[in-house]
Nanobody, 123 residues
Framework: QLQLVESGGGLVQLGGSLRLSCAAS????????IGWFRQAPGKEREGVSC????????NYADSVKGRFTISRDNAKNTVYLQMNSLKPEDTAIYYC????????????????WGQGTQVTVSS
């Protein structure tokens, strides 16, 4: 069974940090780009960051650039999102997703999705 499982979410204060993990199983992980998306209540799901299958190519939304860092460890079938200097507007459910090879900001281009992990940033 193909699975992506997020972990590492929680409640932090303004300026705090969290590291999210996305653990994959059941498919050839190194053939897939992995994206992080988030969805706040009443808003559409938006792209946050993405990393190519090789780890060479990365993309970040302007709102998180300089604060978030995406990385992957193909030996562990895991992608990470390090989130620093968190703001209340970062509050959302964060999802990881997989698509073939290269990054995309279009949610419907992703084949597999995790269940999401809640990130809440208080002021």
């Amino acid at each position: 069974q193909l699975q992506l499982v997020e972990s590492g979410g929680g409640l932090v204060q303004l300026g705090g940090s969290l590291r999210l993990s996305c653990a994959a199983s059941g498919f050839t992980f190194n053939y897939y780009a992995i994206g992080w998306f988030r969805q706040a209540p009443g808003k559409e799901r938006e792209g946050v960051s993405c990393i190519s299958n090789s780890g060479v190519g990365t993309n970040y939304a302007d709102s998180v650039k300089g604060r978030f860092t995406i990385s992957r460890d193909n030996a562990k079938n895991t992608v990470y999102l390090q989130m620093n200097s968190l703001k209340p507007e970062d509050t959302a459910i964060y999802y990881c997703a997989a698509k073939t090879v290269s990054c995309s900001g279009y949610v419907h281009s992703y084949n597999y999705w995790g269940q999401g992990t809640q990130v809440t940033v208080s002021s």
